[in-house]
């Protein structure tokens, strides 16, 4: 393919993924295929000939589409959002047309300069403390990671470096490996699985904070795991506060939790992986406080704030615990702008070395919606969470489980967690809609969450409309099988 069959197969495609966005709601949500439906659509090993663009795209609707969940239906109400927008998507073409690796200044300046200033005006829109900007002389700063559980594990491996060192220096008699022993993490109950897998990796004991009847841990929850593990010798180092649970949507307490963590040396890590997106509204910024006892903060762009994945906001108070933790120099990576200001070596903020000029996407976005157009966005999304909510309420039948703050909303009906299995399955075995469960203590809920950039006030009463109908005729049966047994 040259040039000119690029730009008339790039003007094509355009109208391809047009076309799909705007008509994707004609699409059955979640598709009709079982495992290993693809491998006998196409053929064994790659041809040995070139094949035409045309053979390639006539497949996609015959081979692909027909496997592929629409996330950004109206109708999908799964998960959390994966944010989508048309700005984000032209931006994600630029990125992989310069395709460049930034891994260093000088492997692409604007990769390295653009995305240290677009996390300080994400930084500015959540209203972070200073320390955590870059500036032009901060210690603080921010960098795109490609997910929460990559930021959640960076934040663990900085920690634990971070604390070696310091026992070491007051014991140096203690080996690495015998600290390492008696390192403990904290996350609460509620936690994304994601942070006992940074553990896993991280080679460290992790431990579950209970957390309360609002499904968020509190500061006397914390202090008495503390307390018990400082008796029996080992060694808090990192806390992981949520600030929007996967399951429901709770909130740590920050103002309780964070003067704990400095008091007692611990590293306490933020993860807002779906919320975070939300304090760029000041009625929701009050969420955040506390964030200023916090050593790293985290949102995902990619979840709520139309920048298509994979786009993970991380930010730290002192880059110098980050690149200590991985600063390694060989010479071919080493140049003569060097000691220009730490804030630019983002090799040594994450795992991989090359990363993608993924700040494109942030850029076009914030410039493309403004501050008020994002926040209209995700007001509409509460709204509608909050609209279903009332949908809920209405029926006797239903109860919510967890308070709605913003756009998710846990629900069930009243009766055995085997009654809402099914009546989930039912959901899900429609294809009308898209459900996902989750577990809160004992009951087995549904989530309903607000995703689709395009879902409107329709989609929601005729989801509810939907749910409903399947639960009067789950309720029969249930019923008849009853008094038949």
Known sequence: MDAAEFRKRGKEMVDYVADYLEKIEKRQVFPDVEPGYLRPLIADCAPQDPESFEDVFKDIEKIIMPGVTHWHSPYFFAYFPAASSFPALLADMLCGGIGCVGFSWASSPACTELETVMLDWLGKMVNLPEEFLAGKD???????????????????????????????????????????????????????????????????????????????????????????????????????????????????????????CNKENIWMHIDAAYAGSAFICPEFRHLLNGVEFADSFNFNPHKWLLVNFDCSAMWVKKRSDLIGAFKLEPLYLQHHHQESGSSLWLQHWQIPLGRRFRSLKLWFVLRMYGVKGLQEHIRKHVRLSHQFEHLVLQDERFEICAEVVLGLVCFRLKGSNELNEALLQSINDAKKIHLVPCHLREKFVLRFAICSRTVESTHVKFAWQHISQLATDLLKTWEQNHHQQ
Request: a neutral charge; hydrophobic letters at 40%.
């Open 138 to 260: 901060g210690q603080g700063g921010g960098v795109i990671q490609g997910s929460a559980s990559e930021a959640t594990l960076i934040a663990v491996l900085a920690a634990r470096t971070k604390t070696i060192r310091r026992v070491q220096s007051q014991q140096p008699e203690l080996t690495e490996a015998e600290i390492m022993g008696k390192l403990v993490a904290y996350a609460s109950d509620q936690a994304h699985s994601s942070v006992e897998r940074a553990a896993l990796i991280g080679a460290v004991k992790i431990k579950n904070v209970p957390s309360d009847d609002t499904f968020s841990v509190c500061g006397s929850a914390l202090k008495k795991v503390l307390d018990e593990d400082k008796a029996a010798g080992l060694i808090p180092f990192f806390f992981c506060a949520t600030l929007g649970t996967t399951p429901c949507c709770s909130f740590d307490k920050l103002l309780e939790l964070g003067p704990i």
